[in-house]
């Protein structure tokens, strides 16, 4: 069978492969390499395995494939002919959908926030709103980063993955009322991360197709690498003869269930890399045995090192926002612009009927449906809440869906929490803090940015965005007491800002932490205490790169495969 070039992606068959009654031309690419774990060996051996086939992974299976044999095992399945992924009009159907085969599993922190982690090859690129932005340069030089070679990894994932979003009236006229209320100056469009006003990036194109990292394994080196996909690790394992742990294999299942074992090769420089995500990472290391002993031994893990710092310092940026009904016809619009505050607050704004174009009535990346509800605090959002405002929002008149929200996430976030294990099987969620707004500072960004989205509301370039009746006040209390509809309600005065932050948070799914740089791993993102294992994945971040992560996670992952594979061949040239 031929080979052809596909419009959006590269190389695909010609003839008979179809997803789900489209021909894969249309939409994806072939992968020669990619395959279900059901048909890989009992036993077989790599260079380099690597955990996680999401946002870093892929760039980085890619990478490495250049000049070395690659396994990448995900859990999930592929990306591709599943137009819940792939179209920007079915924005949220994938994170509503609770089925054991979705691209989404949903997990819920012990803070009472409901939340979402990727099970897809792709990861997180596969289910966000596409926004796309670098991070900044104080952020660049002090994760030790090589400028340069930093610069030319963005630009690597850029060329598949990101584009100019098309700006319509309703964006332009947030950016026109971020720049009256003060968040200056206007940079126009940039991936950059500059203080002030600006359009970023998109990984949705021209036609509303989203490209996520798995189009990056474009880029491979198809007889170097292996994909297998339905292939869920349950543990790294370790020779403890020699005077560190050395990581020389892992143990994973295919959908079947069946028991695969897959070993590195001889060689100084092979190593296993984990990039499983923020849950996934430290979940794994600790099924492992790698990280706080006293946990491992209360859940009869064999304890490889006591690393108690394994699932520590986890974060999650609060997502405020505040919905703004229109008495005009808005576009359908995700992330576009953003408003880099002074004082550590962004500003993002999504909009349009149904929020994505649905024939449903939705909310889209603020529906209940995926789990966003700010109508109670936390703690009180339980399923039957959730169902209770699924059925109301169903129920609203068609206009109540005609408008948009502003959202605020904080920088940061200062305040972080803890992830520990609930059992011992990797498809189960672990328990997971995040503290949201513990630390003083975090509750006062969020705040200045209520503060700023009200100055937004009230701008003149927004005015033909809002109901003229409808004062700021009112607006807090229609968003706190969803399901919205467009009579004026009585604003509870004595709610604070504070108070409003702390009720209504939600997420923006930019969780990290958990295996940090300086308390897991070193500034080569190895881990610290055993050989020939590293994480590279958002789960090492201090800090949330710039206002929101994907570019920077994709960044890593080809930025740490060029590394890995200059000192590969740096040892080899000695060697020779």
Request: hydrophobic share 35%; net charge neutral; aromatic share 10%.
């Amino acid at each position: 069978m031929a080979l052809g070039r596909c419009r959006f992606f590269g190389a695909c068959f010609i003839g008979t492969l179809f997803f789900h009654g489209f021909c894969a031309c249309d939409r994806a690419p072939y992968y020669s390499f990619m395959l279900n774990a059901t048909s890989a060996p009992t036993i077989s051996y790599y260079d380099y395995i690597i955990v996680g086939g999401g946002t870093a992974g892929c760039p980085l299976a890619a990478t490495l494939s250049q000049n070395a044999s690659v396994l990448l095992l995900e859990r999930g399945g592929s990306p591709y002919g599943n137009p819940n992924i792939t179209n920007l009009s079915r924005f949220g159907a994938a994170l509503s959908d609770p089925s054991p085969t979705s691209p989404s599993q949903r997990f819920i922190s012990e803070d009472g926030v409901i939340n979402a982690r990727a099970r897809v090859l792709g990861g997180g690129s596969c289910l966000n709103a596409g926004f796309y932005t670098r991070a900044s340069l104080e952020y660049i030089r002090a994760a030790g980063w090589d400028g340069r070679l930093a610069n030319e990894s963005y630009h690597w994932v850029e060329r598949r993955v990101a584009f100019e979003p098309q700006m319509g009236p309703w964006q332009s006229a947030v950016r026109d009322g971020l720049l009256e209320a003060g968040v200056l100056p206007n940079n126009g469009f940039t991936y950059d991360h500059i203080k002030g006003t600006k359009v970023g990036g998109t990984i949705f194109d021209r036609e509303g197709n989203r490209h996520t990292a798995a189009d990056l394994l474009e880029d491979a080196n198809p007889g170097g690498l292996t994909v297998l996909l339905h292939a869920t690790v349950y543990k790294i394992l370790f020779a403890t003869k020699g005077p560190k742990p050395v990581a020389h294999g892992v143990i994973y299942r295919d959908a079947s269930g069946a028991k695969h074992r897959a070993y590195l090769k001889r060689g100084l420089k092979n190593e296993i890399i984990v990039s499983s995500g923020a849950l996934g990472s430290p979940q794994l290391l600790m099924l492992s045995g790698v990280g706080p002993a006293q946990q491992l031994r209360a859940h009869n893990i064999t304890v490889v090192l006591d690393q108690p710092m394994v699932g520590q310092l986890m974060s999650d940026n609060p997502m405020n926002a505040i919905f703004v009904p229109s008495p005009l016809p808005v576009e359908v619009s995700l992330i576009q612009v953003v408003g880099i505050t002074q004082y550590g607050s962004y500003i993002e704004a999504a909009s349009g009927e149904n929020f994505g174009g649905s024939p449903q009535r939705d909310y889209g990346m603020f529906s209940p449906k995926i789990g966003q509800l700010s109508t109670v605090p936390p703690k009180q959002r339980t399923p039957e809440a959730l169902a209770k405002a699924i059925e109301l929002m169903n129920n609203l008149d068609q206009q109540a869906f005609q408008g948009g929200f502003i959202l605020e996430k904080i920088m940061g976030p200062i305040s972080t929490g803890h992830l520990e294990l609930r059992t011992r099987h990797p498809e189960d969620n672990p328990s997971v803090t995040f503290n949201y707004f513990k630390e003083p500072q975090d509750l006062q960004r969020c705040v200045e940015g209520i503060s700023t989205i009200e100055k937004v509301i009230d701008s003149r370039p927004f005015s033909k965005f809002k109901f003229d009746y409808m004062s700021v006040p009112q607006l807090l209390n229609m968003t706190a007491n969803a399901p919205v509809n467009l009579l004026p309600k009585h604003y509870n005065s004595s709610q604070s800002l504070e108070d409003f932050c702390k009720d209504t948070v939600m997420t923006i799914w930019h969780y990290h932490g958990g295996c940090q740089v300086g308390s897991v791993v070193d500034h080569e993102y190895k881990v610290m205490g055993v050989d020939a294992l590293r994480v590279i994945d958002g789960s090492t971040f201090n800090l949330s790169p710039g206002t929101n992560p994907q570019a920077t996670v994709m960044m890593l992952g080809r930025y740490m495969g060029v590394n890995i594979l200059r000192e590969r061949l740096a040892s080899e040239d000695l060697a020779n």
